[in-house]
């Protein structure tokens, strides 16, 4: 590996997310009533971007936004965040991705992402892009861009030497060709429940769960919330991280957060069992922030 490269390298999605705070999520054909509505730069990968970048890590990005004013607050957002932004690329035609949340008073929320500019990125782009920003420790992708971009980045940081995680998330069915090229797999409860299409409700659901999931080449991260978590690697070996009480503000992000201190801790040296620790205290934290705290809070002495 080259001294220009990098630690962490971000494939995947870039939206700008609509976040409305609400008693409670409308049911169908209900009008619910909203407190407060603000802007937030969002999709999967742009937050692990941030994430990764915010907890020491050398981070690119590669995705692909709209000629438009989401476009340029995207943007702004990793340049803030010190994320390398030079692999974004801008479609002409399609607008760039956006999601509108809805935030309950408990912190829970549900979500609609539409991927816009995001659909549009392509594989042998996305494989340039890579080398032209010669390659990282790590590459991070997630299921809000096409398949065939993360087979084909995979397969080729994979060959580099790279370690490939991919957040199976949202879950969809993926090929094998994509599955054998990742070294870990990390998943929520449901998503975990739908990729191994057994009930994920607790620990022991997950470690069945994980079980159906992991491979000769893959270890399995499935993430519970205020649950804790399983990590069961290749070799068989199981490690349970209880999570830390905290209050609850808003779990938006959470598995984000997650993902980008995982990466960023294994960058770092840590071995898989530290690092997974170490995210989970981070993601512990993140959700008892309010959004603005997030904007904020030194990370690095967590
Ligand atoms: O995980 C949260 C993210 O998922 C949001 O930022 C939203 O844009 C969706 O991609």
Redesign the pocket.
């Known amino acids: 590996m080259n001294s220009q490269s990098y630690d962490v390298i971000v494939c995947g ?1 870039l ?1 700008l ?1 609509i976040m409305v705070k609400a008693q409670h999520l409308p049911r169908s054909d209900e009008t619910a009533i909203g407190s407060e509505w603000a802007y ?1 730069c ?3 990968g ?2 692990q971007a941030e994430m990764a970048a915010r907890m020491g890590a050398r981070t690119a990005m590669i995705g692909r936004i709209g000629n438009d004013d989401f476009g340029t607050r995207l943007i702004e957002s990793l340049d803030q965040a010190r994320v390398d932004r030079s692999q974004i690329s801008v479609d002409p035609t399609t607008g760039s ?3 509108v ?1 809805i935030l309950e008073s408990s912190g829970n929320y549900g ?1 609609v ?1 539409v991927s816009g500019s995001n659909l549009k990125l392509d594989p042998s782009d996305a494989c340039q892009s890579w080398q032209t920003i010669g390659g990282g420790k790590l590459l991070i992708l997630q299921n ?1 861009v096409p398949e065939p971009i993360n087979i084909a980045l995979a397969r080729l940081a994979r060959k580099q030497g790279a370690t490939v995680i991919l957040n199976a ?1 949202p879950a969809r069915p993926m090929a094998s060709e994509l599955l054998d090229q990742i070294d870990i797999l990390v998943v929520n409860r449901v998503e975990a429940a739908m990729l191994a299409e057994i009930p994920v409700e607790n620990l022991a659901d997950a470690s069945k769960a994980a079980a159906k999931l992991t491979g000769e080449t893959r270890d399995v991260i499935v993430t519970l919330g205020g649950d804790g978590l399983l990590l069961l690697k290749r070799n068989g070996s199981e490690t349970t991280v209880l999570a830390e009480k905290v209050d609850v503000v808003s779990t ?5 957060s997650f993902i980008g201190a995982l990466a960023a801790k294994l960058a770092s040296g840590a071995t898989l069992e530290a690092a997974t620790r170490h995210a989970s205290r981070l993601a512990g934290y993140f959700v008892s922030l309010s959004e603005a705290e997030k904007e904020t809070a030194n990370l690095l002495l967590r």
Do not use: L, P, Q, V
């Open positions: 999605s939206h997310d937030k969002g999709g999967k742009r937050n991705g956006m999601s949340a979500a992402i809000e998330a938006h992000g959470a598995g984000d």
